[in-house]
């Protein structure tokens, strides 16, 4: 099996998290990609949505389509959660599956700064998708972690220019998510009442 392993807080999932999974999946030829919401982000602090509510969400984000599956291991662990720790432990409970971690550029850029991402790239082999207004300087990051770009695959997607940020905002401001978010995403926040 060749699984593509897109983490994140999913604060809400939202269309650029599936564009990005669904290009990956199609372009690497993966079998699945599997949704890893980290239960307590370290760079978030106190200001995550509670994970039942983020689960529930990418759940509901991602089940109409068969290659996408949820991954609970940062959500049944105690925190707070890296990636190259989340890989790990997949690649323990299924060593005979290749890796591909997936992220944005905007992620991709910000990798020296991460906790032992060698660790990460290591295991898995890095699925970059490129964002609008986001220039990859590779090289740097090559300098910072040399050998990391031997072990990236870039992923060509639309560039949507959405994040999660902008939607809790517009949540607050009383605007519309549709088309940004799925439809039933879009309800569940109404009905629970989510970033008001």
Aim: some cysteine; overall charge negative; aromatic content about 8%.
């Amino acid at each position: 099996m060749h699984i593509g392993v897109l983490g994140g807080t999913f604060d809400p999932p939202h269309i650029g998290h599936l564009v990005i999974a669904d290009q990956a999946c199609d372009q690497l030829q993966l079998d699945q990609v599997w949704f890893a919401p980290a239960g307590d982000p370290p760079h978030k602090g106190d200001q995550v949505t509670p994970i039942a509510h983020r689960v529930a969400m990418l759940q509901l984000a991602t089940q109409d389509n068969p290659c996408f599956a949820l991954c609970r291991v940062d959500v049944e662990r105690p925190g707070p959660h890296f990636s190259f720790e989340l890989m790990e432990i997949l690649n323990r409970q299924y060593p005979t599956y290749a890796w591909h971690f997936i992220l944005g550029a905007d992620s991709f850029i910000e990798m020296p700064k991460w906790r032992s991402p060698e660790r990460l790239f290591r295991v898995a082999r890095l699925a970059v998708a490129r964002r609008p207004g986001v220039p990859v300087e590779a090289d740097q990051v090559e300098r910072a972690l040399p050998g990391i770009l031997q072990r990236v695959d870039w992923v060509d997607t639309p560039l949507l220019d959405i994040s999660s940020t902008d939607l809790r905002q517009r949540v607050r401001a009383g605007r519309s998510l549709r088309y940004v978010v799925p439809e039933a995403v879009a309800c569940y926040i109404q009905q629970h009442q989510l970033y008001r």
